[in-house]
């Protein structure tokens, strides 16, 4: 018999997780009907590259497309753009229909959510003027270029990796730039005090200004933002304002659909949530720690790798195949000149160990927990990234005393992991 739309998988979100999700499916054979739905009225896209070159001027927003509409041609996968789908109806066999807001009516068998995460918003006085940016999409992307095409300030509230990357970005186009940051170190949450120190005097060694223990009491302006009033009075100048203070997963059709969500939406290693007939996917999903060092029993990765590895898992589920997500986590931030690359998580640390100097703009930082390696912070250091990927990838270490000389190569240091003992 042939398929029809009721055998249909929809995936919610037509991000990268969700495009991958439908790649996986058709690569396993599966031959039923794919709709893809996405609120945005792009083609799916990379989201990377946003705060990096295409706010530098040096890519435009068709290098940002990753599938062709001839793949999804090829590959029978329906892509509806600009709709939100508003609620999910779900029947006795497990399958249902999901409406947009315009009242369409898509049937599915199967569901993928792949919702992705939005801005964590401000409430501030002034925060709703022109001029004031969050960064999540194109068209947040084509906004802020736009807006710095005239201006000669910009002001960023926020100092993790979104917020430094746009700085970045803007001092390259030779604005003043000014980063508030409320916590006492940059991106304190993620990296070690080593490396956030490090990226304070990187970004003011380029003419960045940074505010660490930054308190804002409003955004000013009349028509437009002309600047950002802290606490103390101190008014400073900002033709452009870019709020990047994280985001917030989006659980809201989970939450109707009656899912467990906590933080985000909750997930089995099989990428299964409370209903496990439905599966999800990507920066929405709170998943058990798929890194064997891990210290936090769940976690919620915001990460291309992530969302790329975590959707074949997903439609492997869907296909009646389900297998475990394990995987070493790995991110990047480019900051100007600067490339960080991070493996593993360093969550549970308890010590450091520097290798090379920070002032060469050339080092890493390995964390450990009684003395076995987590993680490792690899500044313009591509080899050392891939040694400890590598090594943590296959249960292997690198020992700390070992690990700080750095005549040695960083890979010559790995201890292989003891051999099982037979019985």
Known sequence: MAATANDATLIVGASQAGVQLAATLRELGDERPIVLVGDEPHAPYQRPPLSK????????????????????????????????????????DGGGEAVTETGRRIPFARLA?????????????????????????????????????????????????????????????????????????????????????????????????????????????????????????????????LVGIGVVPRTELAEQLGLEVDGGIVVDAACRTSDPSIVAAGDCALMPNPYARGSLPRVR????????????????????????????????????????????LSTGYDATVLRGDPDTEKFSVLYYRDGELL????????????????????????????????SVPLKKSVVEPAAPTLV
Request: with cysteine; hydrophobic share 45%; proline share 4%.
């Open 53 to 92: 070159a295409y706010l530098q001027g040096e890519i435009t927003s068709d290098d940002l497309i990753f599938r062709t509409a001839d793949w999804f041609a090829q590959h029978d996968v329906e892509v509806v753009t600009g709709e939100t789908i508003a609620a999910i109806e779900r029947h006795a």
């Open 113 to 241: 959510l792949t919702t992705g995460a939005a801005p964590r918003r401000l409430d501030l006085p002034g925060i709703d003027l022109p001029g004031v940016h969050y960064l999540r999409t194109a068209d947040d992307a084509a906004a802020i270029a736009e807006g710095l095409e005239s201006a000669r300030s910009l002001v960023v509230i926020g100092g993790g990796f979104i917020g430094l990357e746009v700085a970045a970005s803007a001092r390259k186009r030779g604005l003043a730039v000014t980063v508030l940051e409320a916590a006492p170190r940059l991106v304190g949450r993620v990296v070690s005090e080593q490396t956030s120190a490090f990226y304070l005097d990187a970004h003011r060694r380029r003419g960045i200004d940074v505010v660490l223990d930054a308190r804002i009491a409003a955004i000013e302006g009349a028509d437009a933002v002309s600047g950002v009033r802290l606490e103390d009075g101190t008014v400073i100048l900002a033709d452009v304002v």
């Open 301 to 344: 990765l915001e990460s291309v790798h992530n969302a790329l590895e975590q959707a074949k898992v997903a439609a492997a589920t869907l296909m009646g195949d389900p297998h475990e997500y394990r995987t070493t986590p790995w991110f990047w931030s480019d900051q100007a000149d600067i490339k960080l690359q991070i493996a593993g």
């Open 375 to 406: 993680a490792a912070d690899c500044v313009n250091q591509p080899l050392d990234f891939m040694a400890v990927r590598s090594a943590l990838g296959r249960g292997a270490t690198i020992p700390p005393e070992a690990a700080a000389d750095t």
